[in-house]
């Protein structure tokens, strides 16, 4: 599990603000995925890579963006924040798609003021 | 529509006492099931899959595809089951996990 990271571990920002959350992972899996976790509402999908430069949005992409320039690095970007956007972010990875275990960071634990 | 649906917000139940996280979903093909669980502050971590048919930390779960569900199951619980359980189903083109809305289990001494 040590083989999937994520920075910062906590933040917080301001409304409008410009916010970049970063995610990485040693294993060379094709799949990487953004999640939030918000009570009530689970896990749910932001943005999914199934490979280097092949992104597509998830169930919950409005304010996001990312890119997956090198396999291993999947940045997830708040444009300009909004309280609403108060969550905590889990980063996932899965070899390929399918039946594969699908392995998860720590988290992170963003605040919007 | 791909769905998993996990009934209990919260399950309370003594320790030595059996315990059952319920989980039903709705998919058109053959689903891949996951049980995952977050303790507290933690990462999510897998903790079966039914494919494996194996019992992890004395949990098993069952896929029942009449009943369209896949419970989870502890004959005695312990007070470090505490945590938030998570049902996902895998069936999506994405190639990610649908998640139910989770179960927070409170083991009490």
């Known amino acids: 599990d040590a083989g999937i990271t994520q920075s910062p571990r906590y933040k917080i920002t301001e409304t409008g603000r410009q916010v970049t959350l970063m995610c990485h992972q040693t294993?060379?899996?094709?799949?990487m995925f953004w999640y939030r976790q918000d009570l009530g509402h689970g896990l749910r999908l932001i943005y999914y890579s199934a490979a280097a430069d092949i992104t597509d949005k998830g169930e919950v992409p409005d304010g996001y963006v990312v890119s997956r320039s090198k396999t291993e690095n999947f940045p997830l970007t708040l444009e300009s924040a909004t309280r609403s956007q108060t969550s905590v972010y889990f980063c996932?990875?899965?070899?390929?798609?399918?039946?594969?275990?699908?392995?998860f960071g720590p988290g992170t634990r963003l605040t919007v003021l | 529509a791909q769905r998993v649906t996990q009934p209990e917000k919260l399950l309370s139940v003594f320790k030595g006492a059996p315990v059952e996280l319920k989980c039903n979903y709705s998919?058109?093909?053959?689903?891949?099931l996951f049980w995952y669980v977050q303790y507290s502050r933690q990462r999510l971590q897998l903790l079966l899959r039914?494919?494996s048919r194996e019992s992890i930390k004395g949990f098993t779960a069952d896929l029942n595809k009449g009943e369209t569900s896949f419970h989870l199951k502890k004959p005695f619980a312990q007070e470090e089951d505490s945590a938030m359980y998570y049902c996902a189903l895998s069936g999506g083109s994405q190639g990610n996990l649908i998640f139910g809305k989770g179960t927070k289990l409170s083991v009490k001494p």
């Open positions: 998919y058109s093909g053959s689903p891949e």
């Open positions: 039914h494919i």
């Open positions: 996932a990875s899965r070899l390929t798609g399918g039946l594969d275990t699908q392995y």
């Open positions: 294993w060379s899996h094709s799949y």
